[in-house]
């Protein structure tokens, strides 16, 4: 929730100038959705996991956050550098 609340006063501020990204097991993907949904729905969130996770990437710059996991960094790591 910290982190969250922490997102969203960068973004209030101006100073989120690109997605920020929170890397974690698969399995707490839902609960960050959940909390961000319920805590910071002003925040544009995208879960960006799955065999269908190419589609989003295009898009990455419309999010205030990227949720991704641990497996999936190293494979998404040169599309995800700026």
């Known amino acids: 929730l ?3 609340a922490h ?9 989120l ?5 929170v890397v974690m097991p698969t399995s707490l993907i839902p609960n960050w959705l959940d909390e ?5 729905p002003q925040l ?7 065999t269908g ?3 989003d990437f ?3 710059g419309a999010y205030d ?5 641990y497996a999936l960094l190293p494979r998404d790591l040169e599309i995800l550098q700026p």
């Open 44 to 50: 544009k969130v995208l879960a960006l996991h799955g």
């Open 65 to 69: 956050l990227v949720l991704t996991t």
């Open 53 to 55: 996770r190419q589609k």
């Open 2 to 4: 910290q982190t969250l």
């Open 7 to 15: 997102i969203l006063s960068e973004k209030n501020a101006g100073r």
């Open 17 to 21: 100038d690109r997605p920020c990204m």
């Open 58 to 60: 295009a898009n990455l």
């Open 36 to 40: 961000a949904a319920h805590f910071t």
